[in-house]
């Protein structure tokens, strides 16, 4: 299911990195468990107004996962589960055990027929702000509960002259707590179906032009929410393999989102969705992703236009060590409701080092600050995070 649901997409890959780190299923092996354990300190966990004071703590963190893999030429399945487990020093209110389910299969009828089939399960509780801890009837964070069930069909040879891609896919959020406090959370939960089609032509051996529509319905199941909408993006764009396992990709259009609701506002606005890899060497590789899009609303606005951009550079310094530097600007821009004309701009600037000291145990420690700007003035916060962590395969 394609860009179904942005903040989720993040999620899935910051639970993953922990877990994962760089240990992969090797060819002929069925199963890998991994545990890391680690610490990180926060020096602003609320995300206070930088003109109050701040709430900082300690945290420990446990994280399993396991690997799996098994399969034929023609059948192939695969999953991964992750469950974290974090303990707060400031608060044990805080504390929070999360679960991420990922299962996939893969279908090769022959070398112009492949399906897939992919089925996400996340639940997750987030940590209060300081405008949750100033509800004395939010006792904890927002629990909440993501399913996700997708499936592709593409028709056409890796090396045909053209390929159709169909893609379809539905999902569901649903909130289990603070359903009728300050967070209103009953407002969001929602279904999500979408459709999709992409029509490749390739233009050179390793580079195809796309055009691509994905439609989204988007059904708010509150009968007080106004939010139920219907999204469509228009792409056209191109695909390149920058490297053997490595593809880049530039896809730009039109997003238009129309609600049900009169009292909401429809938009149109340019979307685009990039992501470009460039390896001067092969142990040194820098990335840039940006994407924008029109995020869901709240009980407090409508919508919100957002731009998400990052580079990054990953480097390996030899076989045991490598370091990883990235840049993240978030762009918000609410439309609707309360929060009509706010505007948030949240950067964030991360360092990281990895030292492998064999194939079953890694150590790992970073640095980032994160900083937000608004025109909104108690939205505005910075904070410092240092972590560090090992990890093993067993």
Not at 52 to 70: C, E, W, Y
Not at 285 to 302: C, F, H, P, Q, Y
Request: glycine share 4%; charged share 25%.
């Amino acid at each position: 299911m394609k860009n179904s649901v942005i903040c989720y997409a993040t999620l899935l890959a910051s639970l993953c990195s922990a877990a994962s780190a760089d240990f992969q299923l090797e060819d002929g092996d069925h199963f890998l468990s991994l545990l890391t354990i680690g610490a990180r300190h926060d020096d602003n966990i609320s995300q206070d107004p930088k003109s109050q004071p701040r709430d900082s703590s300690a945290i420990a963190i446990v994280q399993p996962a396991f690997l799996f893999k098994v399969g034929s030429p023609k059948v192939t399945f695969d999953g991964a589960y992750t469950l974290t487990n974090e303990s707060y020093e400031y608060d044990s209110k805080d504390n929070h055990t999360d679960h991420q389910l990922l299962l996939g299969s893969q279908f090769s009828f022959d070398a112009s027929n492949k399906a897939s089939l992919s089925f996400d399960y996340i639940e997750k509780q987030d940590i209060r702000t300081s405008i949750n801890r100033a509800a004395t009837d939010e006792e904890v964070g927002d629990e909440s509960r993501f399913t996700n069930l997708a499936g592709q069909y593409r028709l056409g040879a890796d090396t045909a002259r053209a390929q159709f891609e169909l893609n379809l896919g539905a999902s569901n959020l649903s909130y289990l707590n603070n359903l009728n406090t300050l967070s209103q959370n009953r407002l969001k939960e929602r279904d999500m179906i979408t459709q999709g089609g992409t029509f490749y032509v390739r233009i050179a051996p390793k580079t195809r032009i796309l055009l691509e529509v994905i439609h989204t319905d988007f059904d708010y199941e509150d009968a007080d929410s106004q939010l139920s909408n219907n999204a469509t993006k228009y792409y056209a764009g191109v695909v390149w393999e920058a490297t053997a396992k490595t593809s880049s990709y530039i896809r730009v259009g039109q997003e238009d989102k129309n609600f049900d609701s009169a009292n909401a506002i429809d938009t149109s606005e340019p979307a685009w969705d990039i992501n470009i890899t460039w390896q001067p060497r092969s142990y040194s590789r820098i990335n840039l992703t940006t994407g924008k899009g029109a995020a869901e609303g709240s009980a407090r606005s409508d919508v919100i236009e957002t731009t998400n951009t990052t580079l990054s550079w990953t480097h390996d310094w030899s076989y045991q060590f490598e370091s990883q530097l990235s840049y993240n600007s978030i762009n918000e821009d609410y439309k609707g409701r309360a929060f009509n004309g706010r505007k948030d701009d949240t950067n964030t600037a991360s360092a990281a080092l990895i030292y492998k000291m064999n194939r079953n145990v890694e150590f790992s420690g970073s640095y980032s600050r994160k900083e937000r700007e608004s025109n909104s003035p108690v939205e505005e916060f910075d904070s410092n995070i240092v972590e560090i962590s090992v990890t093993f395969a067993i």
